[in-house]
Nanobody, 124 residues
Framework: QVQLVESGGGLVQAGGSLRLSCAAS????????MGWFRQAPGKEREFVGT????????HYADSVKGRFTISRDNGKKTVWLQMSSLKPEDTAVYYC?????????????????WGQGTQVTVSS
């Protein structure tokens, strides 16, 4: 089992920045890809980005490419999502997950552990 705790969410004005953290405990996450997803009210969980087990291969959704950056430190068992140039449409609950695959994935069905989520609200 892996427990994930997201933090760093909050209220920010459009154009601002936030840095989300995802801290893991329990089993090691070293061998697994990690991902960030988000879910707005009434919508399905949406892919944001994924990072492979060693942090050398990272993929982003087109909607966040160039604005968001994922990184990880396996020694600290932590993954981060740096968000810049935030837009009101980025408002959602953000979740991190542990992928079934070392490469990570853009599909939520290929994740086996999830955090509880952290709310990000971007005001216009």
């Amino acid at each position: 089992q892996v427990q994930l705790v997201e933090s760093g969410g909050g209220l920010v004005q459009a154009g601002g920045s936030l840095r989300l953290s995802c801290a893991a405990s329990g089993r090691t996450i070293t061998s697994f890809g990690m991902g960030w997803f988000r879910q707005a009210p009434g919508k399905e969980r949406e892919f944001v980005g994924t990072i492979n087990w060693i942090g050398t291969d990272i993929h982003y959704a087109d909607s966040v490419k160039g604005r968001f950056t994922i990184s990880r430190d396996n020694g600290k068992k932590t993954v981060w999502l740096q968000m810049s140039s935030l837009k009101p449409e980025d408002t959602a609950v953000y979740y991190c997950g542990v992928s079934t695959y070392a490469s990570g994935s853009d599909s939520p069905t290929e994740y086996k552990f999830w955090g509880q989520g952290t709310q990000v609200t971007v005001s216009s």
